[in-house]
């Protein structure tokens, strides 16, 4: 099921999903250049029903990141790929208005930075979602 998505068709762009295989698994799908898919998968049993999970992602343009619960949990590096831009609006909660992959629970809190955050950024927010995080001045 998407939380997260801004993707057309499986043609462009990304998803941020629960696995539907055994829906104990999180998974982030990209569409990419050099065509097909390249996906981002957690290990088993990353989550579990009726629980509350911190899930976040960076992606440097080259580097992509899974956290849950503050845990790195897959990483995955993008040397010559890289994710199809689309214009398609991001979605919280669903793909889009027309399919039937929509998410069966609640999401509380959605933030997007125009940067990439680093390890004690995301420990920052796991550990206090209502902060707001700031860039670090040098």
């Given at each position: 099921?998407?939380?997260?998505?801004?993707?057309?068709?499986?043609?462009?762009g990304w998803a941020l999903i629960r696995n539907?295989?055994?829906?104990?698994?999180?998974?982030?799908l990209t569409?990419?250049?050099?065509?097909?898919?390249?996906?981002?998968?957690?290990p088993a049993n990353t989550i579990v029903a009726?629980?509350?999970?911190?899930i976040g992602f960076t992606f440097s343009g080259i580097a992509l990141t899974l956290y849950v619960d503050n845990l790195i949990r897959a990483t995955s590096t993008f040397a010559s790929d890289t994710i199809v831009a689309t214009t398609k609006p991001l979605t919280i909660g669903n793909r889009d208005a027309t399919n039937n992959d929509g998410w069966a629970g609640n999401i509380a809190g959605v933030w997007m930075y125009n940067r990439v955050l680093n390890q004690l950024e995301i420990t920052q927010l796991y550990t206090n979602p209502y902060g707001m995080i700031l860039k670090q001045e040098d």
């Open positions: 099921k998407v939380i997260a998505a801004k993707v057309t068709e499986w043609t462009e539907n295989v055994d829906g104990t698994k999180v998974e982030i569409v990419l250049t050099t065509g097909g898919l390249k996906d981002v998968l957690s009726d629980r509350w999970f911190f």
